[in-house]
């Protein structure tokens, strides 16, 4: 198969290729195996391979699965295989190996995708850029100076390079919509509890975490969708397994009504400044939405961007500090003496110190917040806002300096860790965390249905997603809209960007 003719196909169009005999699952796999050897050693997506048990794997995938034999990346984050290492981009963790499948894998296995390797992600996925300090640093595609964003960083470069035509990722907190944005694809985080993270969990961060993947087409994670949804054997959330989100796309929405904001309630209380391509974006493709006979009307979502902020961070917080005593258990070794970046400690010591009655009362105002919403999304179907303040930044322009991770230290001298709480350290942190990114968290908390929709790019030729936010459970209109506003952009035909050692972009 020639390299050309795979990086132009999305996986829906790469599995009927191989369905009808116009290419083997093979030869597939070798294009796929072939360009990730070829770009990833400066491009830094990928973390780990495992070509060999994927062609051992794909000799046992039915001819009647879905997807055929069509190669994807999982992320190095809560997708276990069995047997395999799972770092969690943590030198902590780089020998750790899970016990058995997620249950995710188990059903990316059955519906025929061949799985190549991991795709690196930011130390416990705490970041909104990959940068872990254990692993190489992923490039953005548009602008190898520039970060694809996090922490489905390393998923995201792989596909807007061509490496693979899809690519798993997981949003906590904005983790699949940022680095859609930053990389120019779809990015769609389903409603909570609708992708399952068993066995090995029930909920991340209170069911913040959902898992799903970043596409360069809306079919590809419609159709995805179709096949891992639903819950597993003791989920705490009874969403049975659904069909039809494939199906919706074929036909538009009906007329809606949208509300756009530029998420100034978001944004305000943590110093956040919207770059006027961002405003350009949103003002756009109000009037994209508008032209296309949905109703359109400017609207603030009803929240308190200070109270939400500290309320995440709070739990955030708590369960950081939950995860290193759990990464110590799994290797022997002490919490104080795990290989773990200098920021993952000391937010680690401030989450000690909680108390039970904060995280709960956090907790509980991510149920106020959602109240909130429902019932402003009785007024409006959804909410078009910003995915991020503005487009990709710089490598290593947002990791913390020597000098922040110096004074971090601190932390680890007796009393000080309260002593900072007290002092309102809390707000610094969600100040330096969610300042760029302060406008994705909201759906994490809700649990409504949200997707970044790469249709704006500056003029400078880097790429800038808006985001569009449904109302809990409408996973299928969100899609609709997303189908129905790339067919009239076609925004697919500027994906994906080619990357190899020799056609390495040149740094601006």
């Known amino acids: 198969m020639q390299l050309d003719e795979y990086r132009r196909q999305d996986a829906t169009g790469l599995s009927e290729l191989i369905r009808c005999g116009e290419v083997s699952r093979e030869e597939v796999l070798a294009a796929a195996c072939g360009l990730i050897e070829a770009a990833n050693p400066s491009l830094g997506a990928v973390v780990r391979t495992r070509f060999d048990r994927a062609r051992e794997e794909l000799a046992r995938v039915s001819s009647n699965a879905p997807f055929a034999g069509v190669p994807l990346l999982t992320k190095d984050l809560l997708m276990a295989i069995q047997g395999e290492p799972m770092a969690c981009g943590c030198a902590a963790l780089r020998d750790w190996r899970a016990a058995e499948d997620s249950t995710l894998v188990s059903r990316l296995r059955q519906a025929g995708f061949a799985i190549l390797g991991q795709t690196a992600t930011p130390e416990l996925g705490l970041m909104a850029i990959t940068e872990p300090k254990a692993f190489p640093h992923p490039r953005n595609p548009w602008d190898a100076t520039r970060s694809p964003g996090g922490s489905s960083g390393g998923a995201a470069a792989a596909v807007a390079a061509g490496l693979v035509p899809l690519a798993m990722a997981g949003d906590g907190g904005g983790s699949i919509r940022i680095p859609a944005s930053y990389c120019g694809l779809f990015g769609f985080k389903p409603s909570r509890g609708r992708v399952p993270l068993g066995p090995m969990y029930a909920e991340v961060w209170e069911g913040a975490v959902v898992e799903h993947a970043l596409t360069r087409s809306v079919r590809d994670s419609a159709a995805l969708l179709d096949h891992i949804n639903g819950m597993d054997s003791g989920a705490p959330m009874p969403l049975a397994q659904e069909s039809g989100f494939l199906e919706a796309i074929q036909r ?143 490598l290593g322009e947002l990791y913390p300096p020597p000098a922040r991770e110096r004074l971090m230290s601190l932390l680890a001298l007796p009393g000080v860790p309260q002593l900072a709480l007290q002092l309102g350290l809390l707000k610094r942190l969600a100040s330096d965390a969610l300042r760029h990114t302060p406008y994705t968290q909201l759906a994490n908390l809700t649990g409504q249905p949200a997707m970044s929709l790469p249709l704006h790019v500056t003029p400078d030729g880097l790429p800038m997603g808006v985001q569009m936010l449904g109302a809990m459970g409408d996973d299928r209109r969100l899609l609709q809209l997303a189908a129905q506003l790339e067919t009239e952009t076609g925004w697919g035909e500027r994906l994906p960007r080619p990357w190899t050692d020799e056609q390495m972009p040149l740094a601006r």
Request: zero cysteines; aromatic letters at 6%; hydrophobic letters at 45%.
């Open 252 to 394: 538009p929405p009906s007329r809606l009504r949208i509300a756009v904001s530029l998420g100034e309630p978001l944004g305000r209380s943590l110093g956040s400044v919207l770059d006027p391509q961002a405003r350009q974006a949103i003002e756009a493709t109000a009037k994209r939405l508008e032209a296309l006979g949905h109703h359109v009307e400017w609207s603030d979502p009803p929240v308190d961007g200070e109270a939400l902020a500290d309320s995440y961070l709070t739990l955030y917080l708590g369960h950081l500090s939950a995860d290193l005593a759990w990464i110590a258990e799994q290797t022997g070794v002490a919490v104080g003496k795990l290989d773990i970046e200098p920021s993952t400690r000391a937010i680690g010591r401030l989450g000690r110190q909680l108390k039970a009655r904060d995280y709960v009362l956090g907790k509980r105002h991510w149920n106020r917040v959602a109240r909130d919403m429902g019932a402003f999304h009785q007024r409006f179907d959804m909410l078009l806002m910003p995915v991020a303040a503005g487009a990709a930044p710089r």
